[in-house]
């Protein structure tokens, strides 16, 4: 009887093996608690940039603003609600010195993420209106040219060191889920195979 199946199935095992491995080394790493310590990035730490934290009254407004260093690249920004509850509602309204407008955005969530491409090298502003019943706190968040980001460039970054090698081993993982499976149909394939070819003999 062939044994391509049960060579297969092993393989399988052994990926799973290696990412259980891994992800336990990563969750050793980072400490007992995920959700202190920097095992999870925190909105700030994805971005190169962050404002003071300010509250905003219901109905009023407050402008946040940011000065670009470039142009003709993406500018990624963020608001981050850190108080968030869940009636919070906030318009945001995004414009240059000059009055031109960069998008209008109506959110509930805690935090929410745009990008819009500079044009040129100019102050920007950010109308956040709290449009709920509470007074929140919040902060804005900007990166130029995200690609480059601190975040996906610094190898020391919270994103590097646990969440992509957390997300290689959910793939080995995946992996290794299938090539048990295709193991499994392999071996029940050749016990077939030789069973009928055993009537011959």
């Known amino acids: 009887m062939k044994k391509r199946g049960p060579i297969v199935a092993i393989a399988g095992a052994a990926l799973i093996a290696i990412a259980l491995a891994l992800s336990y080394s990563i969750m050793e790493r980072a400490g007992s608690s995920l959700g202190g310590n920097g095992f999870f990035p925190s909105p700030e730490s994805m971005f190169d940039e ?34 968030y509850k869940s009636d919070d509602r906030v318009a945001v309204n995004v414009t240059n010195m000059f009055g031109d407008k960069f998008g209008s955005y109506l959110e509930g969530d805690p935090i929410f993420i745009k990008s819009f491409v500079i044009p040129k090298v100019d102050t920007y502003s950010f109308d956040v209106k709290n449009m709920g ?27 590097n060191k646990n969440i992509v090698p957390l997300a290689a081993a959910g793939f080995l993982v995946i992996f290794g889920v299938i090539a048990i499976i295709a193991g499994i149909v392999l071996s029940v394939l050749d016990w077939r195979k030789s069973r009928n070819q055993s009537r011959y003999i």
């Open 50 to 83: 962050t404002s003071e934290r300010e509250t905003v009254y219901p109905g009023s407004t407050y402008t946040f603003s940011h000065t670009t260093s470039s142009s003709q690249v993406p500018l990624m920004w963020g608001l981050y609600i850190t108080d």
């Open 133 to 159: 019943n509470s007074s929140i706190t919040a902060e804005m968040l900007f990166s130029e040219n995200p690609e480059k980001s601190k975040a996906l460039t610094d190898p020391n970054s919270p994103f």
